[in-house]
T-cell receptor, first 112, second 116 residues
Framework: KAGVTQTPRYLIKTRGQQVTLSCSPI?????VSWYQQTPGQGLQFLFE???????NKGNFPGRFSGRQFSNSRSEMNVSTLELGDSALYLC???????????FGEGSRLTVL | AQSVTQLGSHVSVSEGALVLLRCNYS??????LFWYVQYPNQGLQLLLK??????LVKGINGFEAEFKKSETSFHLTKPSAHMSDAAEYFC??????????????FGTGTRLTIIP
Protein backbone atom coordinates (compact mmCIF):
# COMPACT_ATOMS: atom_id res chain seq x y z
CA LYS A 1 0.00 0.00 0.00
CA ALA A 2 1.52 3.28 -1.07
CA GLY A 3 2.20 5.85 1.63
CA VAL A 4 1.56 9.56 1.63
CA THR A 5 3.20 11.17 -1.37
CA GLN A 6 4.26 14.78 -1.42
CA THR A 7 5.53 16.74 -4.40
CA PRO A 8 7.82 18.41 -5.00
CA ARG A 9 10.33 17.23 -2.39
CA TYR A 10 12.55 20.27 -2.70
CA LEU A 11 11.98 23.70 -4.16
CA ILE A 12 13.56 27.12 -4.10
CA LYS A 13 11.57 30.31 -4.52
CA THR A 14 12.27 34.00 -4.12
CA ARG A 15 10.46 36.47 -1.92
CA GLY A 16 7.14 37.59 -3.29
CA GLN A 17 6.54 34.49 -5.37
CA GLN A 18 3.88 31.92 -4.64
CA VAL A 19 4.14 28.17 -4.29
CA THR A 20 1.79 25.21 -4.50
CA LEU A 21 2.53 21.93 -2.76
CA SER A 22 0.74 18.70 -3.46
CA CYS A 23 -0.18 15.75 -1.27
CA SER A 24 -1.65 12.38 -2.21
CA PRO A 25 -2.96 10.55 0.86
CA ILE A 26 -2.95 6.85 1.52
CA UNK A 27 -5.72 5.17 -0.45
CA UNK A 28 -8.96 5.29 1.51
CA UNK A 29 -7.85 8.09 3.84
CA UNK A 30 -10.20 11.02 3.64
CA UNK A 31 -8.58 13.34 6.14
CA VAL A 32 -5.50 15.33 5.15
CA SER A 33 -3.58 17.64 7.47
CA TRP A 34 -0.71 20.01 6.83
CA TYR A 35 2.07 21.00 9.22
CA GLN A 36 4.96 23.41 8.97
CA GLN A 37 8.24 22.38 10.57
CA THR A 38 11.00 24.86 11.29
CA PRO A 39 13.98 24.71 13.66
CA GLY A 40 12.70 27.69 15.61
CA GLN A 41 8.98 26.97 15.87
CA GLY A 42 8.93 23.20 15.59
CA LEU A 43 5.86 21.49 14.18
CA GLN A 44 2.92 23.79 13.74
CA PHE A 45 -0.52 22.85 12.49
CA LEU A 46 -1.67 24.61 9.35
CA PHE A 47 -5.04 23.10 8.47
CA GLU A 48 -6.98 19.90 8.06
CA UNK A 49 -9.40 18.82 5.36
CA UNK A 50 -11.98 16.11 5.31
CA UNK A 51 -14.23 15.38 2.34
CA UNK A 52 -13.16 18.60 0.61
CA UNK A 53 -14.06 20.73 3.65
CA UNK A 54 -11.62 22.53 5.89
CA UNK A 55 -12.41 21.30 9.38
CA ASN A 56 -9.65 22.93 11.35
CA LYS A 57 -7.23 25.78 10.84
CA GLY A 58 -4.08 26.80 12.66
CA ASN A 59 -2.84 30.25 13.44
CA PHE A 60 -1.28 31.21 10.13
CA PRO A 61 -1.87 34.30 7.99
CA GLY A 62 -4.24 34.24 5.07
CA ARG A 63 -1.31 33.83 2.67
CA PHE A 64 -1.47 30.16 3.57
CA SER A 65 -4.37 28.35 1.99
CA GLY A 66 -5.32 24.86 1.01
CA ARG A 67 -7.91 22.73 -0.64
CA GLN A 68 -8.89 19.14 -1.04
CA PHE A 69 -10.22 17.45 -4.12
CA SER A 70 -12.89 14.79 -4.46
CA ASN A 71 -10.23 12.07 -4.64
CA SER A 72 -8.86 13.29 -1.26
CA ARG A 73 -5.70 14.70 -2.80
CA SER A 74 -4.79 18.03 -1.27
CA GLU A 75 -2.84 21.10 -2.18
CA MET A 76 -1.58 23.97 -0.13
CA ASN A 77 -0.62 27.34 -1.46
CA VAL A 78 1.53 30.07 0.00
CA SER A 79 1.33 33.44 -1.69
CA THR A 80 3.70 36.39 -1.42
CA LEU A 81 6.46 34.28 0.04
CA GLU A 82 8.57 35.62 2.87
CA LEU A 83 11.98 34.46 4.06
CA GLY A 84 10.35 33.06 7.19
CA ASP A 85 8.26 30.68 5.11
CA SER A 86 11.34 28.54 4.53
CA ALA A 87 10.43 25.26 6.15
CA LEU A 88 9.63 21.62 5.74
CA TYR A 89 5.94 21.28 4.93
CA LEU A 90 4.53 17.96 6.01
CA CYS A 91 1.30 16.42 4.87
CA UNK A 92 -0.41 13.68 6.82
CA UNK A 93 -3.44 11.55 6.15
CA UNK A 94 -5.63 9.53 8.44
CA UNK A 95 -8.35 6.94 8.20
CA UNK A 96 -10.26 7.66 11.36
CA UNK A 97 -10.84 10.55 13.71
CA UNK A 98 -8.28 9.48 16.28
CA UNK A 99 -5.19 11.47 15.44
CA UNK A 100 -3.17 8.56 14.12
CA UNK A 101 -1.56 10.46 11.31
CA UNK A 102 0.55 8.99 8.55
CA PHE A 103 3.08 11.49 7.28
CA GLY A 104 4.71 12.02 3.94
CA GLU A 105 8.39 12.84 3.61
CA GLY A 106 7.66 16.51 3.23
CA SER A 107 8.33 19.32 0.80
CA ARG A 108 11.32 21.42 1.74
CA LEU A 109 10.80 25.01 0.70
CA THR A 110 13.65 27.50 0.64
CA VAL A 111 12.79 31.15 0.12
CA LEU A 112 15.65 33.39 -1.03
CA ALA B 1 -5.89 24.52 25.05
CA GLN B 2 -3.58 21.56 24.87
CA SER B 3 0.17 21.62 25.21
CA VAL B 4 3.10 19.23 25.36
CA THR B 5 6.42 19.70 27.09
CA GLN B 6 9.38 17.55 26.25
CA LEU B 7 12.14 17.82 28.81
CA GLY B 8 15.55 17.81 27.21
CA SER B 9 16.03 18.87 23.63
CA HIS B 10 19.06 16.58 23.38
CA VAL B 11 19.59 13.23 25.06
CA SER B 12 22.66 11.04 24.68
CA VAL B 13 22.84 7.43 25.81
CA SER B 14 25.34 4.65 25.31
CA GLU B 15 24.51 1.75 23.06
CA GLY B 16 22.78 -0.88 25.17
CA ALA B 17 21.71 1.58 27.86
CA LEU B 18 18.18 2.56 28.85
CA VAL B 19 16.48 5.21 26.78
CA LEU B 20 14.13 7.57 28.62
CA LEU B 21 12.51 10.50 26.83
CA ARG B 22 10.21 12.65 28.91
CA CYS B 23 6.88 14.09 27.91
CA ASN B 24 4.33 15.98 29.99
CA TYR B 25 1.03 17.16 28.61
CA SER B 26 -1.70 19.57 29.48
CA UNK B 27 -5.25 18.91 28.41
CA UNK B 28 -8.66 19.86 29.75
CA UNK B 29 -10.21 16.69 28.37
CA UNK B 30 -9.08 13.06 28.23
CA UNK B 31 -6.17 13.12 25.83
CA UNK B 32 -4.98 10.86 23.13
CA LEU B 33 -1.17 10.72 23.27
CA PHE B 34 1.36 9.79 20.65
CA TRP B 35 5.06 9.40 20.10
CA TYR B 36 6.48 9.95 16.63
CA VAL B 37 10.04 9.49 15.37
CA GLN B 38 11.70 11.45 12.60
CA TYR B 39 14.85 10.34 10.84
CA PRO B 40 16.91 12.86 8.86
CA ASN B 41 15.20 14.14 5.72
CA GLN B 42 12.13 12.06 6.36
CA GLY B 43 8.61 12.55 7.62
CA LEU B 44 7.28 11.44 10.99
CA GLN B 45 6.59 7.80 11.78
CA LEU B 46 4.21 6.73 14.53
CA LEU B 47 5.97 4.82 17.30
CA LEU B 48 3.02 4.23 19.61
CA LYS B 49 -0.20 5.73 20.85
CA UNK B 50 -2.42 5.84 23.92
CA UNK B 51 -6.14 6.28 23.50
CA UNK B 52 -8.01 4.44 26.22
CA UNK B 53 -7.57 1.27 28.23
CA UNK B 54 -4.19 -0.13 29.20
CA UNK B 55 -1.89 2.64 30.34
CA LEU B 56 1.29 0.86 29.29
CA VAL B 57 1.49 0.82 25.53
CA LYS B 58 4.01 -0.93 23.38
CA GLY B 59 5.15 0.32 20.05
CA ILE B 60 7.51 -0.51 17.26
CA ASN B 61 11.25 -1.04 17.57
CA GLY B 62 11.02 -2.08 21.23
CA PHE B 63 9.71 1.23 22.54
CA GLU B 64 6.99 1.59 25.12
CA ALA B 65 5.34 4.39 27.05
CA GLU B 66 3.20 4.65 30.14
CA PHE B 67 0.30 7.05 30.53
CA LYS B 68 0.22 8.45 34.06
CA LYS B 69 -2.79 10.66 34.53
CA SER B 70 -1.82 11.79 38.03
CA GLU B 71 1.53 13.02 36.72
CA THR B 72 0.20 14.14 33.31
CA SER B 73 3.10 12.28 31.78
CA PHE B 74 3.69 9.95 28.86
CA HIS B 75 7.38 9.11 28.97
CA LEU B 76 8.96 6.97 26.25
CA THR B 77 11.38 4.17 27.18
CA LYS B 78 13.43 1.45 25.56
CA PRO B 79 15.44 -1.00 27.69
CA SER B 80 18.46 -1.18 25.42
CA ALA B 81 19.46 1.50 22.93
CA HIS B 82 20.58 0.63 19.44
CA MET B 83 22.54 2.76 17.04
CA SER B 84 19.57 2.82 14.70
CA ASP B 85 17.51 4.62 17.39
CA ALA B 86 19.36 7.86 16.74
CA ALA B 87 16.68 10.25 15.55
CA GLU B 88 14.38 13.02 16.73
CA TYR B 89 11.38 12.05 18.81
CA PHE B 90 8.17 14.01 19.16
CA CYS B 91 5.44 13.64 21.72
CA UNK B 92 1.98 14.79 20.63
CA UNK B 93 -1.49 15.19 22.08
CA UNK B 94 -4.91 15.36 20.48
CA UNK B 95 -8.25 16.40 21.83
CA UNK B 96 -9.97 13.06 22.13
CA UNK B 97 -13.22 14.54 23.40
CA UNK B 98 -13.61 16.62 20.27
CA UNK B 99 -14.55 13.81 17.96
CA UNK B 100 -13.35 14.47 14.50
CA UNK B 101 -10.56 16.78 15.52
CA UNK B 102 -7.46 15.56 13.73
CA UNK B 103 -5.23 18.33 15.02
CA UNK B 104 -2.14 17.20 16.88
CA UNK B 105 -0.20 19.48 19.17
CA PHE B 106 3.45 18.51 19.15
CA GLY B 107 6.22 19.00 21.64
CA THR B 108 9.45 20.64 20.56
CA GLY B 109 11.19 17.32 20.06
CA THR B 110 14.10 15.47 21.63
CA ARG B 111 17.12 14.58 19.57
CA LEU B 112 18.46 11.21 20.68
CA THR B 113 22.12 10.44 20.13
CA ILE B 114 23.53 6.96 20.68
CA ILE B 115 27.13 6.71 21.81
CA PRO B 116 28.94 3.61 20.49
Amino acid sequence: KAGVTQTPRYLIKTRGQQVTLSCSPISGHRSVSWYQQTPGQGLQFLFEYFSETQRNKGNFPGRFSGRQFSNSRSEMNVSTLELGDSALYLCASSLRNRGELFFGEGSRLTVL
Amino acid sequence: AQSVTQLGSHVSVSEGALVLLRCNYSSSVPPYLFWYVQYPNQGLQLLLKYTTGATLVKGINGFEAEFKKSETSFHLTKPSAHMSDAAEYFCAVSDAANFGNEKLTFGTGTRLTIIP
